[in-house]
């Protein structure tokens, strides 16, 4: 295990492994993660598919827009089946 890192990330739920994804898209090759479980065994694991587009709020909008158009390009440029499937939803006020 290296001795120093530029960013040490804590929590591999779904906030921690965002961050590591975007720095090392930026290329950041010195960061590390860390998790005391599995990756997403906390909180994220029930919180899949919690996507809406609709929201009070348009910052947290762009983050879900965001979101969804990132995650239907990860099995792409994985190679890997992240298990999103875009589905339809209706909200009544």
Known sequence: M???AR????????????????????????VVLVERKELTSGSTWHAAGLLPLFNMSYSVGQIHKHSVALYQTLEGETGKDVGFRKVGNIRFC
Not at 11 to 22: P, R
């Open 2 to 4: 290296k001795a120093y």
């Open 7 to 30: 960013v040490v990330v804590i929590g591999g739920g779904i906030v921690g492994v965002a961050t590591l994804y975007h720095l090392a898209k930026k290329g950041w090759v010195d």
